[in-house]
């Protein structure tokens, strides 16, 4: 890898910038753009598998919630951060919740659990804005036969760091920013952090040296030390080696950052299973087919095509 051995000579920099590719529906609720492009699923972005964003979409009221049906997961976890509008999830492990702007769900899929994700009740009746990020993250392997879990992590429960020189403000979803833990449990160490940025702001964040780091611009535009932007709905994935990123916000703007310790596993993807082998995938499809990831009774006036 060429491109690599190049930027890892010199610190800071990014290892890719990652245009925004063209938006598909999950189901018929989820208009998202799959950024992490052909990084998706390669330990270039572990322990993070793959981030689909859905920049905000404006639904017309309707009777019918919008998403996705009953489908299943096993090997990862799911973390949907909703930015407009409200979502509604529930599991065959008996989990259900709903989520507003500031809120986040981290479903951890485990050994395997059927969901569904759609609009809420009150969403569809009013129509609106919806946005929401769904971030894979994925299971260490000892770990991925773990139980199913799930965390409701409320926009309150979330500390809110103000970054030193009126930078802006950190959401600390997980790990930790200038001494505040976020509220989320996770299996390998990582940060997720929400973060604003003030217009004309300068500022510098320490990280781990060989952790993989990105992040995505979700308002505003980001330019990197070296001059290079980046833009709204795009990602860029950064140098392993380096230990400090320098960030300015050309305007205010939002950024998801992303941070953790690569698990140097084998990943084996297929559809909505991510294990270490070819044959623990089949397992996952025979184990689903035969029902032991559990069953979810669809509710009536729902879709229920699976995706
Ligand atoms: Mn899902």
């Known amino acids: 890898m060429p491109l690599l051995e190049f930027f890892l000579m010199a610190a800071r920099q990014p290892v890719a910038f990652l245009p925004a590719p063209a938006p598909h529906w999950v189901g018929d609720g989820f208009y998202v753009v799959p950024l992490f492009s052909d990084l998706a699923f390669s330990e270039e972005v572990s322990p993070f598998l793959m981030l689909d964003y859905a920049a905000p979409y404006e639904f017309p009221p309707r009777e019918k919630p919008p998403g996705v049906g009953a489908h299943p997961h096993r090997g990862f976890e799911t973390v949907t951060i909703v930015y407009h509008g409200e979502i509604e999830h529930r599991d065959s492990a008996g989990n259900s919740g709903t989520i507003g702007p500031g809120d986040v769900q981290w479903m951890t899929a485990g050994s395997g659990l059927l969901h569904e994700e759609f ?31 799930y965390q409701a992590i409320l926009d309150a429960d979330i500390p809110k760091v103000p970054l030193p020189g009126d930078a802006g403000m950190v959401r600390v979803i997980a790990g930790e920013c200038l001494g505040s833990k976020g509220p989320a449990k996770t299996f390998s160490p990582m940060n997720v952090w929400d973060v604003r940025l003030n217009a004309g702001s300068k500022t510098g964040f320490e990280v781990t040296q060989g952790y993989t780091t990105a992040f995505l611009v979700l308002e505003g535009c980001i330019q990197l030390s070296d001059g290079q932007e980046v833009s709204e709905a795009e990602v860029a994935v950064f140098d392993p080696a380096g230990t400090r990123l320098l960030l300015e916000a050309t305007r205010e703007s939002k950024i998801l950052f992303l941070n953790g310790q690569p698990l140097n596993e084998p990943i084996v993807g297929y559809g909505p299973f991510v294990m270490n082998t070819e044959q623990e995938i089949r397992q996952a499809f025979r184990d689903y087919q035969s029902g032991k990831m559990g069953k979810l009774t669809a509710i009536q006036g729902r879709s229920h095509e699976s995706n």
């Open 119 to 149: 609009h809420s009740r009150a969403q569809t009746k009013r129509g609106g804005l919806v946005s929401m990020a769904q971030l894979w993250v994925n299971l260490p392997a000892k770990d991925k036969m773990t139980s199913p879990r």
